[in-house]
């Protein structure tokens, strides 16, 4: 350990004797199948089982409620206060439990441009944890080591369970956000999502304040530079859907908007793997290979072969990679301002069109309500999809007032022209998911801009225009009541889903009335 990194670690208290820092990802593999924390697949990637938490653990989610920060946070359901007494003691013993063990060093970036790039120190107890969030972090060369002073600190250490009645939290598990204090604590949880969570939500403090803004959306370019991004929650379609054989993918999940540029905030993709398939998705299936994380897939223990489909481990079953195991990513990660944006949702009741077109001021309203479905797996105890509604497509990830999000949105769309598209990766009339290849041609249509050929009629509900043609895809499935054999229950659906969205979009009174106005008709 260097004498930087040794100061940097003792002003936070920790004084681990064995400290390794920035291992390479064959090193980390080696070192957690000494501790036994995984198995090696027939593919090479390291397996690993995260235990009782298989998803992020939302209820346990606490942001410190200090004087600098207490009129920046909206405060709520997903932004939940701890005090700063109470943060500061959990991180004291949190830091103390890791003085006795090895410890793990990932010093990196968030942020491929570098006119914003934030500095990440991650400390693991984990060898697992650690190769997680150097393939999903974005990887120093060694001259960015010399005087390496992070912005933010992260300390994950899944061992410490916590005591409610003791600590403060609400179970054995807690992830504390200390915005004032630069760090994040995660405590009694394996899964390593919440790291990579936990980076995103302190981009989505920091950036705002310097005019980008944050998005929970995968983006891709086409030959002609042309950038496209996609909004959705997990499970909705962004990784699937921008990993596009035709296109470069510039990023999975979390990136930023500035005045000239969309760009990645991480250095690798962190994908699900219930039901995949190399037929559907080739890019991620051939991703699963040495230096990947694979978290709660079953594995045939003589074979070492994966059984996608079996869902007994998790439904949220993951895997994580550098973005390079993509074939045609744009290592850059930095792409043109986007010439199309696609909201994803998974329509649970199965009335939305499965594509329509959206102007401006539904952009902001179906933006503003985030629509979708929470999808089994995601978040604890959610074993069937739920309809729920989530801000900005990213409510648990979002410190800030929606409103900042959505002006920033809006005020973009107005200055690029950019085409809005609201896409349904959900179900129609016949109780089952849209098939993904009609999906991926309606995408395409999209991205191409051959959809604006077609006729649009629009939605007597939703007001949304809808094509009554896409090559490759059946005419009939186009509008969704054409799906249904039973007529009246599908008027009932759409009655049911358009009422839920006008008593959502009560909570944003503030809104402008032609905002008001581009919801659904009740």
């Known amino acids: 350990m260097n004498k930087e990194l040794k100061e940097g670690l003792n002003k936070i208290g920790l004084k681990s004797k064995v400290v390794y820092r920035n291992l390479t990802p064959a090193e980390l593999t080696e070192h957690a199948l000494v501790k036994g924390e995984g198995t090696l697949s027939a593919t090479g990637a390291l397996v690993v089982k995260t235990g009782k938490y298989t998803g992020r653990a939302a209820e346990d989610k606490f942001i410190v409620d200090s004087k600098k920060v207490h009129k920046e946070i909206s405060w709520g359901k997903v932004n939940k206060p701890i005090s700063q007494e109470v943060a500061d003691a959990l991180r004291q013993k949190v830091i103390e439990y890791l003085n006795d063990k090895e410890i793990y060093v990932f010093d990196g970036f968030a942020g491929a441009d570098k006119s914003y790039q934030k500095k990440f120190r991650i400390i693991n107890e984990l060898a697992s944890q650690n190769l997680f969030i150097h393939q999903l972090l974005i990887?120093?060369?060694?001259?960015?080591?010399?005087?390496?002073?992070?912005?933010?600190?992260?300390?994950?250490a899944p061992g410490f369970k916590c005591d409610p009645l003791v600590d403060g939290t609400k179970s054995e598990a807690a992830i504390i956000v200390d915005y004032a204090k630069k760090f994040v604590v995660i405590a009694g949880t394996r899964y390593a999502g919440e790291i990579k969570k936990s980076v995103f939500s302190v981009m989505n403090y920091l950036l705002p304040k310097e005019g980008v803004f944050p998005m929970h959306c995968?983006?891709?370019?086409?030959?002609?530079?042309?950038?496209?991004?996609?909004?959705?929650?997990?499970?909705?379609?962004?990784?699937?859907?921008?990993?596009?054989?035709?296109?470069?993918?510039?990023?999975?999940?979390?990136?930023?908007?500035?005045?000239?540029?969309?760009?990645?905030?991480?250095?690798?993709?962190?994908?699900?793997?219930?039901?995949l398939s190399k037929e559907k998705e080739p890019e991620i299936y051939n991703a699963i290979k040495f230096g990947s994380l694979v978290e709660n897939v079953v594995m045939n223990p003589k074979t070492r072969k994966f059984d996608f489909d079996d869902e007994s481990l998790a439904v949220n079953s993951r895997v994580g990679y550098p973005i390079d195991y993509i074939p045609n990513a744009k290592l850059s990660g930095v792409g043109a301002v986007p010439k199309t944006v696609i909201f994803l949702t998974a329509d649970a009741y199965g009335v939305l069109p499965p594509i329509s077109r959206l102007d401006k001021n539904q952009a902001a309203y179906y933006f503003m309500s985030g629509y979708t479905s929470k999808l089994a797996g995601t978040e604890i105890g959610v074993k069937e999809p739920v309809p729920t509604f989530s801000t900005c497509f990213g409510a648990?990830?979002?410190?800030?007032?929606?409103?900042?999000?959505?002006?920033?949105?809006?005020?973009?769309?107005?200055?690029?022209?950019?085409?809005?598209?609201?896409?349904?990766?959900?179900?129609?009339?016949?109780?089952?998911?849209?098939?993904?290849?009609?999906?991926?041609?309606?995408?395409?249509?999209?991205?191409?801009?051959?959809?604006?050929?077609?006729?649009?009629?629009?939605d007597p509900v939703f007001g949304v225009e809808v094509p009554t043609a896409i090559e490759g895809v059946p005419a009939e499935i186009l509008i969704p009541e054409n799906t249904w054999e039973n007529k009246k229950q599908f008027k009932k659906q759409q009655a049911m889903l358009a009422k839920k969205f006008a008593e959502n979009f009560k909570q944003y009174s503030h809104a402008n009335k032609e905002i008001k106005a581009a919801g659904p008709k009740i």
């Open 218 to 275: 995968s983006a891709n370019i086409g030959k002609d530079g042309d950038t496209a991004i996609f909004f959705g929650l997990s499970g909705t379609g962004k990784t699937t859907l921008s990993a596009d054989p035709n296109r470069e993918l510039i990023g999975d999940d979390e990136h930023g908007w500035s005045k000239d540029s969309v760009f990645n905030f991480e250095g690798g993709c962190y994908a699900k793997c219930i039901n």
């Open 396 to 458: 648990p990830f979002l410190p800030l007032d929606p409103s900042v999000y959505a002006d920033m949105l809006i005020k973009k769309i107005e200055k690029t022209k950019a085409k809005v598209y609201l896409v349904n990766t959900g179900w129609n009339g016949t109780g089952k998911r849209i098939n993904l290849k009609y999906t991926r041609a309606m995408v395409t249509a999209a991205l191409t801009g051959e959809i604006e050929n077609a006729s649009f009629v629009k």
């Open 139 to 156: 990887r120093p060369a060694k001259k960015d080591l010399t005087h390496f002073e992070p912005d933010f600190t992260i300390i994950a």
